[in-house]
Structure formats: C-alpha cells, structure tokens
C-alpha cells in the first residue's frame, strides 16, 4: 500500500480539540453516559444510538481524522484511571462505490476510505490503534494501522508493511473487537477477527506513566459519499484483583 494513502489517513496526534457546542438533547446526553463526551470538531458529524449500539456518520465529500497537520475526526471521549478491562467492537462499512473527495484530489495514490479505532491520551504520551478499509479501484481492503510511541502489527496470513503502514488483513474484515487489560502501568491488547484473535506479539501496547488516561472511540474517512460507523459493543470496567 502507498505511503502516501496514509498520510492523510493515520498520523494521529494528541493535540488539544474543542468541539463545536451542539445543544443538549435526550440522545447527546444517553450517549454521553453510555460512551463519553461527544467531541465533534467540524461539527458536521451525526452522532445517534440504535437501542444501546452508537452511530457515527460522516459528511460526504470531507475528510475526517487525526492528524498533525488537522484534527476534524468525530469521537467520544472520557476519563479513566486504574486498572481497567476495555472492551470495544467496531463496524465500518466501506462502500465499493466510494470515490474520492476533494481533499484527497491531489493526493498521490490516495484511496477512498473509513475507519474507527481506540486513541489513548496521556499528559505527553499517547496511542491509538484500529482498522481501516480503503476501495482499490472497486475492491475493498481492509489493514491495521498504527500510530504513536507504541506500535502494534499483528502477525496475520497477510503482507506486513512497516513504518507505521497497515499490516493488510488478507481475509478482509469490516468489523473488529479489541480488549484491552491495563495493570498499573502496563496495557496490552486482544484483538479477535469474529472469534479468531490475532496470533502474534500484540499483547504488550506499551507502559504509560500516567495513572490518569483520556480514551476516546474515533471514526476517520475521506470520501465523496457519507458513511456511518458503528460501535455495538463497548464495556468499561475496573479490574478485579482476580483477574
């Protein structure tokens, strides 16, 4: 995969956003206590729940992530400190008619794309990690990108590009789990394709030195027609001793 497709796509950054106001409703505030604090920055995302299952759709024509250049990726958000299990599923469905947008015009070797993922904030250190799916001309892929201070790539039956580039997932999957164990200082994380969980040495994300974490659940895209991602499963919850 080109490293330019990414460069727009994946390079996440920790800095600071203030979302745009949107008024108080029913539905901001049932998502606010199920997932967290809405931060929408362009404030041109829809962010709505199908029974306890949360939706983010993005505008057509726009490009929305996490970057050090721009930061317009819609997402919720909330603090946690302690040991904790993270338990999140993810859903995004590229269409195979997605074109680009106009801010991936110019881009060279640019492909339409979606993704979701976790983003992990600390005072000075973060990460994130996720899925994405681009179209290839009609065929839709699907990889692992990483980003920050600690990185993690799958071994999987698949090409394996580094740098920072996706790990391209040969079987092609639109939806993901991702579990994350934190005790003390150390997070590692299960990632499952269904009920398979990706062999490989991807337990150990990393040490944070701060016992105080921002955890936010990102939607990224750049495309000409409007998509929805959807996080149907999501759990937070202390870690027992026992565990």
């Known amino acids: ?36 604090n809405i931060v929408d920055p362009k404030g041109d995302c829809t962010f709505s729940l199908d029974g306890d299952k949360l939706d983010i759709t ?13 930061d317009t990726a819609p997402r919720v958000e909330r603090q946690v400190s302690g040991d904790f299990i993270l338990t999140v599923r993810f859903r995004i469905p590229l269409s195979d008619k997605a074109g680009l947008p106009p801010g991936l015009g110019g881009v060279d070797d640019a492909m339409p794309f ?8 600390g005072k000075e250190t973060w990460f994130a990690h996720g899925l994405s799916r681009w179209n290839d001309g009609g065929r839709l892929r699907s990889g692992m990108p990483t980003a920050g201070p600690h990185f993690v790539v799958p071994k999987h039956p698949a090409r394996i590009d580094h740098c920072g ?3 391209v997932l040969t079987d092609n999957p639109s939806v993901l789990t991702f579990k994350y164990t934190r005790r003390g200082k150390d997070l590692s994380l299960d990632c499952y394709d269904g009920d398979r ?31 929805t991602v959807t996080f149907d499963e999501f759990s937070l919850e202390p870690l027992r001793a026992d565990k």
């Not at 979606?114 to 904030?121: M, S, Y």
């Not at 991807?202 to 027609?225: C, E, F, M, W």
């Open 1 to 36: 995969m080109p490293r330019t497709v990414w460069v727009a796509m994946l390079a996440l950054s920790a800095s600071t956003t203030v979302a745009a106001p949107v008024p108080k409703n029913k539905t901001r505030e049932r998502i606010e206590k199920l997932y967290g």
């Open 165 to 167: 580039v996706p790990a």
């Open 114 to 121: 979606l993704g979701a993922g976790v983003l992990f904030k």
């Open 197 to 227: 969980r990706l062999e490989g040495d991807i337990r150990h994300v990393g040490t944070n030195p701060d016992d105080a974490l921002t955890v936010a659940l990102y939607a990224q895209h750049g495309s000409d027609k409007s998509h």
């Open 58 to 70: 993005l505008p057509a024509n726009e490009v929305r992530g996490l970057s050090g250049t721009f």
